[in-house]
């Protein structure tokens, strides 16, 4: 009997959000031209996550290269009983700032804008979050994937001290 595995970048597998959609003009000689930059995050609502941006003369277009770039760009984040996140943590991109703070069950994803998305799309279900600084959403997406992407779990920690998990937990 032959094993099959999941490739983690199978483009079918993923639910897609788009973040931001933007006219881009440049100005030559000849005149303006107009373009069109997309930012698209890609999840499985069960740890892995990814952000990716594209540009392109059309809309859909760049929704596509997001799109492909936000798969090759996925991450796996660790999710705590399967609805949460390990600690508060702040994540930094460019002058944006996001505060994720863990929370109990039945509190729902507090969170607005691209926070809220890139936290469901991660699989995350009780969390409660704060931007802070720019808000621009493209920078705001990745400071909150930077928060993910530093979560330590309980089991990472004990291992780093030397300890054992009870030891850590209290």
Do not use: C, W
């Not at 490739?7 to 597998?13: A, L, S, V």
């Not at 996001?98 to 969390?127: H, N, Q, W, Y």
């Not at 704060?130 to 920078?139: A, D, P, R, Y």
């Amino acid at each position: 009997m032959e094993k099959k595995f999941n490739n983690p970048r199978k483009q079918d597998d993923y639910r897609d959000e788009v973040i931001d959609i933007r006219r881009v003009t440049k100005v030559t000689k000849g005149g303006r031209t107009l373009h069109f930059s997309a930012t698209v995050a890609v999840g499985n609502e069960r740890g892995l996550i990814g952000i990716g941006s594209g540009k392109s003369n059309e809309v859909v277009e760049a929704i596509k290269k997001a799109r492909m770039q936000a798969v090759k760009n996925i991450h796996k984040i660790t999710i705590v009983d399967e609805r949460t996140i390990s600690h508060e943590m702040i994540g930094t991109n460019g002058a944006a700032k996001v505060m994720i703070k863990p929370a109990k069950a039945g509190t729902g994803v507090i969170a607005g804008g691209p926070v809220r998305t890139v936290l469901e799309l991660a699989g995350v279900k009780d969390v409660v979050s704060k931007s802070l600084g720019s808000n621009t959403k493209i920078n705001t997406a990745r400071a909150t994937l930077n928060a993910l992407l530093a979560q330590k779990s309980a089991s990472h920690v004990a291992k780093l001290r030397g300890k054992t998990v009870e030891e850590i937990l209290g």
